[in-house]
T-cell receptor, first 114, second 111 residues
Framework: DAMVIQNPRYQVTQFGKPVTLSCSQT?????MYWYQQKSSQAPKLLFH???????NEADTPDNFQSRRPNTSFCFLDIRSPGLGDAAMYLC?????????????FGPGTRLTVL | RKEVEQDPGPFNVPEGATVAFNCTYS??????FFWYRQDCRKEPKLLMS???SGNEDGRFTAQLNRASQYISLLIRDSKLSDSATYLC????????????FGAGTRLAVHP
């Protein structure tokens, strides 16, 4: 089945230790997104790629970086995780050629910072 | 003011009840509207799109009032499996293919 896959599902890191989260998709969608979601809050968009074009949200900290080496894969790098970065990180994709703005989410990676 | 506002709940209802959720959005230029469902510690999943004429999918009915910038979701004959958080979502006119999520309304259906 076509889908959005995130690895790992759970990630524990130490304060200040760099961590990379990965996302892959078999939907062949042009757009890939990274969201941060904290408990009882809305998913917050960090950045997105339209093909290779990177679009950073104005309030995304510099501590968060992203890479998209090809259509299928997208990575979220957190250079120096702080305690406040503990959250669920959601990857999503969309296909602008469809008639809607529907986004399809992966299962998320839950990040714990010790 | 938040761009998408929802009553956080929780709504605690018995099985078989009818429950309605409301949502308001701030940007009148938004053109696409959705309800997503999110189970505890899982990803959001599209429940239904919301069209100007209103639309229904089984026990779920969504309505849009553009003049009031108001979206609603009605769930009839609630099931235990409907327990989840329901996210109101609108597209962002400021960015291509970007969505703005509400914080969600939590529903708990009990026997």
């Amino acid at each position: 089945d076509a889908m959005v896959i995130q690895n790992p599902r759970y990630q524990v890191t130490q304060f200040g230790k760099p961590v990379t989260l990965s996302c892959s998709q078999t939907l062949n969608h042009n757009v890939m997104y990274w969201y941060q979601q904290k408990s009882s809050q809305a998913p917050k968009l960090l950045f997105h790629y339209y093909d290779k074009d990177f679009n950073n949200e104005a309030d995304t900290p510099d501590n968060f970086q992203s890479r998209r080496p090809n259509t299928s894969f997208c990575f979220l790098d957190i250079r120096s995780p702080g305690l406040g970065d503990a959250a669920m990180y959601l990857c999503a994709t969309s296909n602008p050629t469809e008639s809607t703005d529907t986004q399809y989410f992966g299962p998320g990676t839950r990040l714990t910072v010790l | 003011r938040k761009e998408v506002e929802q009553d956080p709940g929780p709504f605690n209802v018995p099985e078989g009840a009818t429950v309605a959720f409301n949502c308001t959005y701030s940007n009148s230029a938004s053109q696409s509207f959705f309800w997503y469902r999110q189970d505890c510690r899982k990803e959001p999943k599209l429940l239904m799109s919301v069209y100007s004429s209103g639309n229904e999918d089984g026990r779920f009915t969504a309505q849009l009032n553009r003049a009031s910038q108001y979206i609603s979701l009605l769930i009839r004959d609630s099931k235990l499996s409907d327990s989840a958080t329901y996210l109101c979502v609108v597209n962002s006119p400021r960015g291509y293919n970007k969505l703005i999520f509400g914080a969600g309304t939590r529903l708990a259906v009990h026997p």
